[in-house]
């Protein structure tokens, strides 16, 4: 999706239009990496309310979908990271479980500096999973936050 370089800006749009079409058409929810590619390249060039309502069709097209609620969760997390907590706990929720969602959490309270809410997640996950390395990884950024690098290093 290197659309920034295409010579008509309009076909690039078109085309972007056109992939999500597909994936309401399809019988599987995108993969959570193309659709953070999507919304990367759609914020670019739509509006707000048009990304919203086709994150909206997305979720009603496929209502059990974590990839859908994830991406839609990192894309609030720039412009309304409140907002991305209060769904990231929502997806917490419903997910228990699910190891990304308490980084995404983790994530979310670390934009809004509640760096010590966001240790004392991920210090609760890896003393459940501690082979998760995306969560250690989170936990290493929030020390470098803090700026407490020596424990960041150990991480």
Do not use: M
């Not at 295409?6 to 399809?26: I, K």
């Not at 609030?76 to 991305?84: F, I």
């Amino acid at each position: 999706l290197a659309l920034n370089f295409a010579s008509d800006p309009e076909a690039a749009d078109r085309l972007l239009r056109e992939s999500f079409a597909r994936w309401l058409a399809e019988p599987r929810p995108p993969q959570l990496e193309a659709l953070q590619l999507w919304l990367a390249q759609a914020d670019e060039r739509f509006e707000d309310a048009e990304i919203a309502a086709s994150l909206a069709a997305l979720r009603e097209a496929f209502p059990g979908a974590r990839e859908i609620r994830s991406a839609a969760i990192e894309h609030r997390l720039v412009k309304a990271p409140e907002e991305a907590l209060a769904a990231a706990e929502a997806l917490l929720g419903d997910f228990p479980w699910d190891a990304a969602a308490h980084i995404l959490r983790a994530r979310c309270l670390r934009k809004l500096q509640r760096f010590a809410d966001a240790r004392a997640g991920l210090s609760e996950l890896l003393a459940k999973k501690p082979t998760t390395i995306d969560a250690y990884a989170e936990l290493g950024q929030c020390l470098e936050d803090e700026a407490q690098l020596g424990a960041a290093r150990e991480c």
